[in-house]
């Protein structure tokens, strides 16, 4: 009886450690697609950030203004284009 607990629990002892392993094992890898997807998110993060850089620029309103005046010709106005329509 006492080789049979003995057995038992060198088992049990045998399993517990191959449980502990794994789980460490699980643990590693879960931790580097962690890190893996916290550089990707900072990776995107940082284009993101110039992405919103490169829109204000190109939204600025003297940009379009160039763009409107050098593309398609058109200006502003002058006192003499300007028509005043009574009712």
């Given at each position: ?36 997807l916290e550089?990707?998110?900072d990776e ?43 009712p």
């Amino acid at each position: 009886m006492r080789h049979f607990l003995l057995l038992v629990l060198s088992v049990a002892v045998i399993g517990s450690a191959i449980g502990v392993v794994w789980s460490r094992h699980l643990h590693r890898q879960a931790y580097i697609a962690l890190s893996t997807l916290e550089n990707e998110r900072d990776e995107l993060n940082i284009e993101f950030g110039r992405l919103q850089l490169e829109q204000a620029t190109w939204s600025e309103a003297n940009r379009i203004e160039q763009v409107a005046g050098a593309r398609i010709g058109m200006k502003f106005p002058t006192d003499e284009d300007i028509v005043v329509l009574q009712p």
